[in-house]
């Protein structure tokens, strides 16, 4: 979502060059704001930001483009669940380690709590309420889709970032027995 945590897209790059799940599908979409990332600022230059911008608007600026084009694409796949992948700066204040930011859907807390009870995942604290205009904010009212973000601190070293997000999505695969 933004250009400045770039971690998240490296992750999924991983991801989507890797195996395939033994069940079900992995969709993933690495970038979700190129330009924004080519430039690495949180959004693109002279744009909004996009992950205030859901459900989006095809005939909105570039941000509300976007949006609406990653929404209807999620609206159509149905998933199981979206991993949005960020990273916490020194104004993040929902702990110090790794957070799952769960919308008020039961769907999202159910595979959370799975996600939270592995071994693997004890470093991980959680919170509610994902900010308005959020993917995971608007996929869960509009939608119902369980989108949970994955806020990782950028204090880590990147390579850290990166393994902390691809064992957060060997989790979610596993809660949702894939």
């Known amino acids: 979502m933004h250009g400045d945590e770039t971690t998240g897209p490296a992750a999924a790059r991983l991801l989507a060059a890797g195996r395939a799940p033994s069940r079900g599908m992995l969709l993933v979409l690495p970038e979700a704001s190129p330009e924004a990332l080519a430039a690495g600022t949180r959004t693109a230059p002279g744009h909004g930001d996009l992950n205030r911008a859901f459900p989006g608007s095809p005939e909105g600026d570039s941000a509300q483009r976007r949006a609406a084009a990653i929404f209807r694409l999620i609206e159509r796949e149905k998933p199981d669940l979206v991993l949005d992948?960020?990273?916490?700066?020194?104004?993040?204040?929902?702990?110090?380690?790794?957070?799952?930011?769960?919308?008020?859907?039961?769907?999202?807390?159910?595979i959370a709590l799975s996600m939270l009870e592995r071994p693997d995942m004890a470093d991980f604290g959680y919170t509610g309420n994902p900010p308005a205009g959020s993917l995971a904010a608007e996929a869960a009212r509009l939608l119902g889709i369980p989108v949970l973000i994955v806020e990782v601190?950028?204090?880590?070293?990147?390579?850290?970032?990166?393994?902390?997000?691809?064992r957060t999505v060997e989790a979610a695969q596993a809660a949702l027995g894939m």
């Open 85 to 110: 992948l960020h990273e916490s700066d020194e104004y993040w204040d929902e702990g110090d380690g790794p957070v799952l930011v769960i919308p008020p859907l039961v769907s999202a807390a159910e």
């Open 153 to 166: 601190p950028d204090r880590l070293a990147p390579q850290e970032r990166i393994t902390v997000f691809l």
